[in-house]
């Protein structure tokens, strides 16, 4: 077992209910819970590239900025932001600085045969490169929940013990004895509960998260997307924090699989396979209107970047591709000729012109609107027998 977390006399002035780590060694801990069945989106025929899929979902997960302030910037907006055009509004430059960043990091992460300390805070540098600590180990004290330490909801490990708690956490994250369902719920738990970071801790485990579900379960809604699914039912606020906080309130050596986790993938797989016919739907009437014509590479080609980028400009795709300016227009005529993509002078830019695509544009509102909708959870499927992916 770990030593208990040191009170100093500035910890042991806060209030009684604060939480105070005391982690056991994840290695000592046996974690029950019930099989869970992933179906993986992209067994067989791609529907919607991975990395652009990820850069979709990322705009939830990525950031340090507040998250009701910048859910209200638009998709358009944000794809405007990222044409190339020179619209540089600075929410919408923030969110999409802060997307780039956790996708970078996450598809890091994905590449890493195994899970280091220098790969550890290599990631949390690229997610906090605007901190002067960004990728170190902290020094000093944290907490979780209020402004100062007496009114912190948690409190981490002191400095000194940091060191050691990683130590240990990436002994059991590497652990091939172990399942890999184990080692990525309690390995993403006990990231969170050590904090090794003076910021950036959130993201930088959430980016790990989805880099092994990815990896080992295809599975690329990260469901740490499920708490901030503020609409759906049956979720109270706490379920989340009470999932990561049973790793440590007890000396039990048995942790019962929290049901957090079992619904939270649930909703993901849920949502994966609904966004997945929704493309699929959407992609084939796109192949049935240019299926007789006969398109040019560069077409063909700008066609699937407008799924990662569906407003566009010829400055932004001649940065993005490189191609001369004869080669840029004409392609865009091809796509205007088919009605995919329609112009749009920008008053906010003098002399500045943008294509959207209308049909890729609504086709991310439904993504949204399946992320965000109202969900209830049916706890009778815990008990269907289906293939199993995540287990003892």
């Known amino acids: 077992m770990l030593p208990k977390c040191y009170l100093n006399k500035q910890m042991k002035a806060t209030k009684k209910s604060a939480i105070y780590a005391n982690l056991l060694s994840p290695k000592n801990i046996s974690l029950q819970f019930p099989n869970v069945e992933i179906k993986n989106l992209f067994i067989g025929d791609v529907i919607i590239d991975k990395i652009y899929f990820s850069q979709f979902l990322a705009r ?24 190339g055009i020179g619209y540089f509004k600075t929410d919408e430059q923030a969110l999409l600085k802060q997307i780039q960043q956790y996708v970078k990091a996450e598809n890091y992460l994905f ?26 180990i902290r020094t000093t004290q944290n907490w979780i929940g209020g402004k100062t330490i007496k009114k912190a909801a948690y409190i981490c490990p002191p400095p000194t013990q940091v060191n050691n708690l990683l130590k240990n956490w990436l002994e059991f994250i590497n652990d091939e004895k172990i ?7 309690i390995g993403y738990s006990y990231l969170i509960l050590i904090h090794p970071f003076s910021d950036g801790n959130g993201r930088t485990a959430r980016a790990l998260l989805g880099a092994l579900l990815k990896k080992h379960f ?14 759906a039912v049956n979720v109270s606020a706490n379920e989340y924090i009470n999932a990561i906080h049973s790793f440590h309130k007890s000396d039990k050596k048995i942790v019962g699989y929290h049901s957090f986790w079992y619904e939270s993938f649930q909703w993901a797989n849920d949502v994966q396979q609904a966004i997945n016919i929704l493309v699929q739907q959407v992609k084939n009437k796109i192949n049935n209107a240019i299926m007789l014509v006969n398109l040019s590479p560069q077409a063909l080609i700008l066609i699937d970047y407008l799924w990662k980028q569906p407003v566009i400009c010829e400055k932004g795709l001649a940065k993005e591709f490189n191609w ?26 003098k002399d500045s012109i943008v294509f959207s695509c209308p049909i890729i544009l ?28 995540l287990g003892n």
């Open 324 to 349: 001369d300016i004869n080669i840029i227009q004409s392609s865009l005529a091809e796509l205007l000729s088919l009605g995919l993509i329609e112009p749009k002078k920008l008053r906010s830019i």
């Open 111 to 136: 590449t890493q045969d195994e899970i280091t300390l220098i790969n550890i805070t290599k990631t949390n540098k690229m997610l906090t490169s605007e901190h002067k600590r960004a990728g170190k």
């Open 60 to 83: 939830f997960i990525a950031g340090n900025e507040n998250l009701k302030k910048l859910r209200g910037i638009s998709r358009n907006k944000l794809a405007l932001a990222a044409s």
């Open 362 to 389: 609504d086709v991310w509102a439904k993504m949204d609107d399946i992320i965000c909708q109202p969900y209830s959870f049916n706890a009778e499927s815990q008990n269907d027998n289906k293939t199993v992916l």
């Open 179 to 185: 399942s890999i369902g184990k080692r990525i719920i």
């Open 218 to 231: 295809g599975l690329y809604v990260n469901p740490i997307l499920y708490r901030i699914h503020s609409k």
